[in-house]
């Protein structure tokens, strides 16, 4: 007990060094404030690679989908769903509503998209997997989602997928959903407004 | 409190003395001043976010929609959670933490008496801001406390005020919890050792980590949210890459420890009230602050709970769904202290022992709700109904809130030095403890048979609980009101005098200063006498 | 049939828990519904042990706390005791609830695991939420696209009823003297009985969450993703349900409603459905065809 001889610390009631913890506190504060936006690619790579769903809508790595071979004992079905914003004058289809294949192997879709408005209109595609679990196993090779697409007035585009369902996916999944849902991109929408003045009045602002 | 500047006294010389009502409260750095502060506030706050609770009740009375337009109702539900979550709970915490940390750890005052005076006067800043976006053009924000994406980013500018507010509400916290950090940690007095200190005191200490921990992940939450509406971001914007669960996620790295820094004070309340009325020392004492740590802990890997039906993959709803029911370990041990820490006691019941008794049963049935709701498959059930809605009432307003009410009738006698009226305290308790179970319990039935939460509007069938819900309601909002009645008597108008000790089972230097405690206390540090501690001596 | 004969014992508990496949709630309902499926069953009874194992763990605290509470008072002049600690008593009370929550995760587990399962299914409907319907369109059933695609929302009795200062009475809106007010829609979701049905379900606007008790989940429905459930219902019937995730203004009035029927009325009813030519697009957009917004 030392309390008898603290009387000199009745004049300066804060003591030590309480602005030395606050500063400690302040960093940690800190590092929560970037930890909470760090949480938006850790989030990405904790869903990849613990949780199992893809995030990302990059093409799967061709080398490692060579490696795959086909289980011919095994079919998949693969359904495809198609959805355009309510933002967006197209249309959207997936020309197969669903269809049968050996993981493995390596398949070609094809979506068909139409722009029913009188203005040229970029849109992004969202590519979305069902059940969650499965989409780690799902790797596409080719996707209209990669890139921004543009469709003049009018005009209408085939646009391919090229996907190999990896072997390794769970027995107990027989059927999967693959779902891309257009957007439209304002930003660049705009930007093409500007950059070409259309007759038909697009609008500029 | 005019009561305070009759006993401010020759300790004066070094402080800002008291010149006048406006420059006492503005400038004030005592923290007794800024407690008293801190818990109007709170209280004002409460009785503004209940009448938006009438409100809700009043339309949800009878199917049909009477009174208000469903936006309105939207806006009520969504002011009412920030109003009662950031406004009266969290500040009601610090309040009570301002008085009563310095007071129970021999510190003069707390480590940072300045910033502890911003830290409160941000707050009606805060709220003004909040309260002030109901009457702009284009609505208030209309898209719940949870403020998910996109639905929160519709509408009008309200959001921003919103967000901004929430900034300024989390600044506040974070420099009460540094300075309730800095004043625990460092101003305790010699002998006060860490393993010493009131139950109240650890858990304050544990929460202030909570909250400089999660209140900066809500501000950059947030952050993204405004840059989203205001700046061409996109995080949780789909048509520009983003995901709007990943709002969910940051938002319940936030929200889960919430919920804990709106309840660990309050287990530190009770385990202060019941020891006090039991007469016996709180039975194991370090188990307390364990179970305090490890459930502050389990707050951060918990988060997803409260989104088990967003399509997360079956591991992700697995591991969250285990984590979670292990909270119930070290709850389960609380309780179960505390009421060993009654078995062999000599109990008598005042009204804090009678709230405190209240919060242990009506916590433990909030908790029981809790553990339901953990259970994946019967949460894809529960989730967003009123089953919900009753649950976090049974630990938001049976738990954390009267707990406050607890340790405002434990420790007014000691603020004021007057005793309340223990005949209106006791009416006020009983009132309040029926009233609340009329008005909560019926909505557990009303979600197990279907009618989900945030609706202005409902079927028939769901009428009659509704009705029962809402007499509750009115009932216990009209309670409260002699809750104002016995606190301004006890202040104003009450002729019995408190003793320094207060209560005849009460330990802890808090009770060796004279009631009212002195504008300024232990300038000299007190000696620490293990027998005062209320959870005996320690070192057996 | 049975369960009625054990309702007398549960009514005394106060808990109702007994009712066919009636998928509406009901004037003083105090229990979930046991629903119309196998999984909702399932769900319903793993709420019911849960809920006793509450029960019974609540039945022994408070027990022992209100025996505290009379045989420790003062005024009966109750001596205290001066113990703090038994380390017996805190282990006990640390492994029987572990061991409590072992047993009741083992079956969570195993439900959970069922209800993910959607292997077989030899249907698929996607249903997407807008503010405030919704869209159903049944993109295959056995293996065959169908070009079924509609809107369904709260049908006009309601909505009218619903408007502030109405003054018409929620209670005359009846079905067959069922109270459906904010419980029907214009057009509700056809499901063959016996059949297992996948959805996917996924959002416009903003985050919905489709919901029918008597099908034992709810799955929210989010922009820009596609997640996904399934059911099967063996019992022809109506079974209501409503939107579970605030979605804005009218969150409260996008009811829905499944009307499921035995297959061969099923495919009878498909047929008149044939879409009409230019309504065909499986994602055909709800908005009117303009420049877009600048």
Known sequence: MKSTTDQHEVVK??????????????????????????MVPIYRIACEHVLGIKMSAE???????????????????????????????????????????????????????TNQSAGAIVGNAVPSVAPSEASPYFNKTECFCFTAQTLDA????????????????PKGTTTLTLSYTFYANELETKQLAFAQPSVDGVAKN | MAHAAVHDDHHDAHDHK????????????????????????????????????????????????????PEFFNEMTTVHALVMIFGAVMPAFVGLGNWMIPLQVGAPDMALPRMNNWSFWILPFAFTLLISSLFMPGAGPQGGWTLYPPLSLQGGNSVAFVIFAIHMMGISSIMGAINIIATILNMRAPGMDLLKMPIFVWSWLITAFLLIAVMPVLAGAVTMLLTDKYFGTSFFNAAGGGDPVMFQHIFWFFGHPEVYIMILPAFGIVSEIIPTFARKPLFGYQAMIYAIASIAFLSFIVWAHHMFTVGMPLGGELYFMYATMLIAIPTGVKVFNWVTTMWEGSMTFETPMLFAIAFVILFTIGGFSGLMLAIVPADFQYHDTYFV????????????????????????PKWCGNMYSERWGKIHFWMSVISVNVLFFPQHFLGLAGMPRRIPDYNVAFADFNMVSSI???????????????????????????????????????????????????SEPPKIDNSMLAHGDVTH | MRRVLAAPALIVLGMLASRAASANPEPWQLNMARGATVTSNEVHDIHMIMLWICVVIGIIVFGVMFVAMFRFRKSKGAVAATWSHSTKLEAIWTVIPILILIGSAWPATKLLLRMADSSGSDMTIKVTGYQWKWRYEYVDYFGKPTGVNFVSSLESQSNR????????????????????????????????????????VTADDVIHAWWVPALGWKQDAIPGIINSAWTQVDQPGVYRGQCAELCGRDHGFMPIVVKVVPKAEFEQWMTEQAPAPAAEATATTLAPTTAPQG
């Open chain 1, 13 to 38: 009631p804060v003591k030590h060094d309480s602005r030395g913890i606050a500063r400690a506190a302040l960093w940690v504060v800190a590092a929560s404030f970037l930890f909470g936006f760090a």
């Open chain 1, 59 to 113: 093409a799967a790595d061709a080398a490692q989908v060579a490696l795959m071979t086909v289980d011919e004992s095994r079919t998949v079905v693969v359904e495809f769903v198609a959805s355009v914003n309510s933002k967006l004058p197209w249309t959207f289809k997936a020309e197969k509503s669903r269809i049968e294949v050996h993981p493995g192997a390596l398949t070609e879709v094809w979506f068909d998209a």
């Open chain 1, 154 to 169: 009018g005009e209408s585009r085939r646009m391919p997928v090229r996907f190999v369902v990896d072997p390794q996916l």
């Open chain 2, 18 to 69: 008291p010149q006048g009502f406006l420059h006492r409260w503005l400038f004030t750095t005592n923290h007794k001043d800024i407690g008293t502060l801190y818990l109007v506030f709170a209280l004002v706050m409460f009785l503004t976010g209940g009448s938006m609770a009438m409100i809700i009740r009043a339309e949800l009375f009878q199917p049909g929609m009477q009174l208000v337009q």
């Open chain 2, 389 to 412: 809605v009753a649950h976090f009432h049974y630990v938001l307003v049976t738990g954390a809130i009267f707990a406050i009410m607890a340790s405002v009738y434990y420790w007014l």
């Open chain 2, 472 to 522: 509750g309601g009115f009932w216990f909002g009209a309670s409260q009101l002699l809750f104002v009645g016995v606190v301004i008597h006890a202040v104003y108008f009450s002729k019995n005098r408190a003793t320094s000790r207060v209560w005849e089972g009460a330990r802890g230097l808090e009770w060796t200063v004279p009631s009212p405690a002195p504008h300024h206390t232990f």
């Open chain 3, 161 to 200: 009823t619903r408007q502030v200062g109405s003054g018409l009475d929620p209670k005359a809106i009846q079905v067959d003297g069922v109270p459906t007010y904010l419980l029907d829609v214009d057009k509700p979701l056809v499901l063959p009985a016996g059949v297992k049905v996948r959805f996917v």
